[in-house]
Each structure stands twice: as structure tokens, then as C-alpha cells.
């Protein structure tokens, strides 16, 4: 079965860095768009920085942008966070798709499991 496995989640203070790693298993072939997602408490989920491999095209939200960097090699995406603010705490999923990248969720087929980002003052 396709998956989707995340890591490097935790806690960091305000002004800290966290590197995001995901990696997709059971695929015939690599997903041409993964990226990363986020949701807030009560809040629906929001893209954060998607990666097309057909092109190497990157796209990073305004919310976040200048302060998270998007890199992908084969089936891992990478999501580098620096700076971070409290309002930056929240799951932060992976994403894949066969299709290109798209900023509507409901896009995406594979979804990992989450993991969980807290930023403290």
C-alpha cells in the first residue's frame, strides 16, 4: 500500500528552525506533486509548499513565505522552517498526487498521518 511517512516534528521556541521530512513508500512510481499541508485547531487544512518533480516547480504559500523552504529528492520531501512563530504551531501533514500540484486538499489522494509543530514564546 502507498504511504506517506513523516518526521521531524517537535517543540521549538519562538525564532527556532525545523526540518520536515516525508517519505513515500509503495508507489510504482514517485507522485509528481508532494507537499506539505498544515491545520490549525478547528481550522481546515491550508497548503504550505508543494513540489511538482515534472518540472521542478515550487510554490510556497505567502503565509510562510521567506521562511520555509520546499525540497524534494525522488520519493522524500523536505519542508526547512526557520523563524518560526507561535502562529506556525499546528499538524503539519504531507502530500502526494500523480497529477500536478493543486492548492485545494481535496486534490490529493495520499495523505500521511500528521505531525505535530509547536512553537513556544
Known amino acids: 500500500a502507498q504511504e506517506l511517512a513523516e518526521s521531524g516534528g517537535g517543540s521549538v521556541q519562538a525564532g527556532g528552525s525545523l526540518r520536515l521530512t516525508c517519505t513515500a513508500s509503495?508507489?510504482?512510481?514517485?507522485?509528481?506533486?508532494m507537499g506539505w499541508y498544515r491545520q490549525f485547531p478547528g481550522k481546515e487544512r491550508e497548503w504550505v509548499a508543494l513540489f511538482d518533480s515534472d518540472d521542478g516547480d515550487t510554490d510556497v504559500s505567502a503565509l510562510v513565505s521567506g521562511r520555509v523552504t520546499i525540497s524534494r529528492d525522488r520519493d522524500t520531501v523536505s519542508l526547512q522552517m526557520v523563524s518560526l512563530e507561535q502562529g506556525d504551531t499546528a499538524i503539519y501533514y504531507c502530500?502526494?498526487?500523480?497529477?500536478?500540484?493543486?492548492?485545494?486538499?481535496?486534490?490529493?489522494?495520499?495523505w500521511g498521518r500528521g505531525t505535530q509543530v509547536t512553537v513556544s514564546s
Open positions: 502530500v502526494a498526487r500523480d497529477g500536478f500540484c493543486s492548492w485545494s486538499a481535496r486534490q490529493y489522494r495520499w
Open positions: 509503495g508507489f510504482t512510481l514517485s507522485p509528481r506533486c
